[in-house]
T-cell receptor, first 117, second 114 residues
Framework: DAGVIQSPRHEVTEMGQEVTLRCKPI?????LFWYRQTMMRGLELLIY????????DSGMPEDRFSAKMPNASFSTLKIQPSEPRDSAVYFC???????????????FGPGTRLLVL | AQSVAQPEDQVNVAEGNPLTVKCTYS??????LFWYVQYPNRGLQFLLK??????LVKGSYGFEAEFNKSQTSFHLKKPSALVSDSALYFC????????????FGTGTRLLVSP
């Protein structure tokens, strides 16, 4: 089992540029989560999908952020335009059950370390 | 809304000694509680969870946690620490009612000295 796969692992970009982060969940998992981790704010849930449908995007900081899940094996998180305050580690996680099955364990990817200059 | 408090930014313990990483929570109704560990430059790894039943939960790598409803706590413990246990530990909680986010604490850094 390859686990959750994220790419790229590191991204350095300049303010104003578009950034796209990618995630491949564990095969067979029905729920996918995007998190952001910073020293100041800790680990924050940005959005989660169930069966490819966005269920809760209330954590998305602003309209510059968007996320898609076109199929069960792929999701993207896009920032356009990027700003220095978006610098963080972005994690993708997946879980095997439905979003309503609340005791399901989430499995995290290795993260994408984003630096916006 | 649910919340988690990890009162210690860092816990230092000597190898071979018992360790405790503290966690308290606030949630409406009953909780689902989780512990995750994060090693440098890695994603979070699941350690253990409390759903229902026995208050003492055993997890990976010899860790265990005790659910205490009256004190709203879920402290992580290990009888004998290893240097390799040094990492960042996160407690997380969600309520059992409806669709609720998994809320993470701010993390506690565990340093185990040889």
């Amino acid at each position: 089992d390859a686990g959750v796969i994220q790419s790229p692992r590191h991204e350095v970009t300049e303010m104003g540029q578009e950034v796209t982060l990618r995630c491949k969940p564990i095969s067979g998992h029905n729920s996918l989560f995007w998190y952001r981790q910073t020293m100041m704010r800790g680990l924050e849930l940005l959005i989660y999908f169930n069966n490819n449908v966005p269920i809760d995007d209330s954590g998305m900081p602003e309209d510059r952020f968007s996320a898609k899940m076109p199929n069960a094996s792929f999701s993207t998180l896009k920032i356009q335009p990027s700003e220095p305050r978006d610098s963080a580690v972005y994690f993708c996680a997946s879980s095997p059950g439905l979003a309503g099955v609340l005791q399901e364990t989430q499995y995290f990817g290795p993260g994408t370390r984003l630096l916006v200059l | 809304a649910q919340s988690v408090a990890q009162p210690e930014d860092q816990v230092n313990v000597a190898e071979g000694n018992p360790l405790t990483v503290k966690c308290t929570y606030s949630v409406s109704g009953n909780p689902y509680l989780f512990w995750y560990v994060q090693y440098p430059n890695r994603g979070l790894q699941f350690l253990l969870k409390y759903i229902t039943g026995d208050n003492l939960v055993k997890g990976s790598y010899g860790f265990e946690a005790e659910f205490n409803k009256s004190q709203t706590s879920f402290h992580l413990k290990k009888p004998s620490a290893l240097v390799s246990d040094s990492a960042l530990y996160f407690c997380a909680v969600r309520g059992v009612i409806g669709f609720q986010k998994l809320v993470f604490g701010t993390g506690t850094r565990l340093l185990v000295s040889p």
